[in-house]
């Protein structure tokens, strides 16, 4: 599976969109990113993934580079509650494992 | 629905003790997945099955962790002589794998913090 780089830590204003970047640039053709975030005392969470197109759901955008070599986890109004440690991950449909890294921390202010 | 549950919550037990992890995915789950994570370290994956077998344990540290899944559903992490290295919060996750084996989304438990002393 490729590896993943994240900024370490990230704050962001509440009501304001966070923009979290994950350059993920040894991703092979067949290699999902995914997304998934963990807050504090709890199991990570999915938030979306996706292959080339960007995505949407209704937790965050997915936005994915034309190369393949980096995205764009996009939270549009983010909370207090938004803050937690997001994971950037990629790996194949073809196995069962998440290979986290070390996330980015995020910090949503007042 | 009810989502993944494991117990206990906490365990605490003394160096060389056996302990065992319970995990009840979720109900219709076929893939259920085995992680653990150390304090301030993103989860480290340790196994995977795929119904009852193990289709991927390359993640085990060695020979003293093992898992089952007897029933397909209900699976046990079980830790042999454990040691103070083995201090960490085990976290279990299931998914639908509908896609014939192939990843899907996984739903997390809020694990269980295991210190040994």
């Known amino acids: 599976d490729a590896k993943t780089t994240q900024p370490t830590s990230m704050d962001c204003a509440e009501g304001r969109a966070a923009n979290l970047p994950c350059n993920h640039s040894t991703i092979s053709g067949n290699e999902y990113v995914y997304w998934y975030r963990q807050i504090h005392s709890q199991g990570p969470q999915y938030i979306i993934h996706?292959?080339?197109n960007n995505e949407t759901n209704e937790m965050a955008s997915l936005i994915i580079t034309e190369d393949r070599k980096s995205s764009t986890l996009i939270l549009p109004h983010a909370t207090l509650r938004d803050t937690a440690v997001y994971y950037c991950i990629v790996g194949s449909s073809n196995t069962g494992k998440l290979i986290f890294g070390q996330g980015t921390t995020l910090q949503v202010k007042p | 629905g009810a989502g993944v549950s494991q117990t206990p919550s906490n365990k605490v037990t003394e160096k060389g003790k056996y302990v065992e992890l319970r995990c009840d995915p979720i109900s219709g789950h076929t893939a259920l997945y085995w992680y653990r994570q150390s304090l301030g370290q993103g989860p480290e994956f340790l196994i995977y099955?795929?119904?009852?077998?193990?289709?991927?344990d390359s993640g085990l540290p060695n020979d003293r962790f093992f898992a089952v899944r007897p029933e397909g559903s209900v699976s046990t992490l079980k830790i042999q002589r454990t040691e103070r290295g083995d201090s960490a919060v085990y976290l279990c996750?299931?998914?639908?794998?509908?896609?014939?084996?192939?990843?899907?989304?996984?739903?997390f438990g809020p694990g269980t913090r295991l210190t040994v002393l």
């Open positions: 996706g292959l080339k």
């Open positions: 099955f795929q119904g009852t077998g193990a289709a991927d």
């Open positions: 996750a299931s998914s639908f794998a509908a896609r014939g084996g192939g990843r899907d989304t996984q739903y």
